[in-house]
T-cell receptor
Framework: QQQVKQSPQSLIVQKGGISIINCAYE??????FPWYQQFPGKGPALLIA?????SEKKEGRFTISFNKSAKQFSLHIMDSQPGDSATYFC?????????????FGQGTRLTINP | DTGVSQNPRHKITKRGQNVTFRCDPI?????LYWYRQTLGQGPEFLTY????????KSRLLSDRFSAERPKGSFSTLEIQRTEQGDSAMYLC????????????????FGPGTRLTVT
């Protein structure tokens, strides 16, 4: 059972374009939504994150849009650069007691063409 | 470098052998997590520690897997009698639980140990 569904599986964008990756979740108990960036052979690196009481968060060229009623959130990368080529994972955290369980989406392989 | 470190980075072993991985979290972090990532998939939660206490284990963690964090600092993950299906990247992450009860949601990942079972 996939608790966080991510699309598309792969994405090709021209340099300078906008990259958009979408995620949807079912469990309303999730209370934090981070995005991770992963380069080949490396561990995931935290990119940006949002709480469900906020509709948008922007950090530099990266923006998360969050729609609580639709249970959807998305990552927008503005002015995409070849160095942004990586795999991106959306995730959701559910707090159960003192435990924080991080659930990942399936990942999106992003390629930025120069 | 004050990030999460993992050793070894790569491990090739024959089916049936035992392997052990080590994770050193960020020094002030009191929570440590283990995840497994197979090719083309997102990481899957295996287990987590708060200080030295192992508070939760996933159903993915069979009896052949054991994790420890004896002094609340580094952690080890051991796989006994490895199987080809154990081939994956094993990731460690850490975070900080504040004593006042508020906590940081951010988990910081290490570079992982890639295990290949032949």
């Amino acid at each position: 059972q996939q608790q966080v569904k991510q699309s598309p599986q792969s994405l090709i964008v021209q340099k300078g374009g906008i990259s958009i990756i979408n995620c949807a979740y079912e469990n309303t108990a999730f209370d934090y939504f981070p995005w991770y960036q992963q380069f080949p052979g490396k561990g995931p690196a935290l990119l940006i994150a949002i709480r469900p009481d906020v509709s948008e968060k922007k950090e530099g060229r990266f923006t998360i849009s969050f729609n609580k009623s639709a249970k959807q959130f998305s990552l927008h990368i503005m002015d995409s650069q070849p160095g942004d080529s990586a795999t991106y994972f959306c995730a959701a955290i559910r707090t159960v007691g003192r435990a924080q369980k991080l659930v990942f989406g399936q990942g999106t392989r992003l390629t930025i063409n120069p | 470098d004050t990030g999460v470190s993992q050793n070894p980075r790569h491990k090739i072993t024959k089916r049936g052998q035992n392997v052990t991985f080590r994770c050193d979290p960020i020094s002030e972090h009191n929570r440590l997590y283990w995840y497994r990532q197979t090719l083309g998939q997102g990481p899957e939660f295996l287990t987590y520690f708060q200080n030295e206490a192992q508070l939760e284990k996933s159903r993915l963690l069979s009896d052949r897997f054991s994790a420890e964090r004896p002094k609340g600092s580094f952690s080890t993950l051991e796989i006994q009698r490895t199987e080809q299906g154990d081939s994956a990247m094993y990731l460690c992450a850490s975070s900080f639980l504040e004593l006042a009860g508020a906590f940081s949601y951010e988990q910081y990942f290490g570079p992982g140990t890639r295990l290949t079972v032949t």
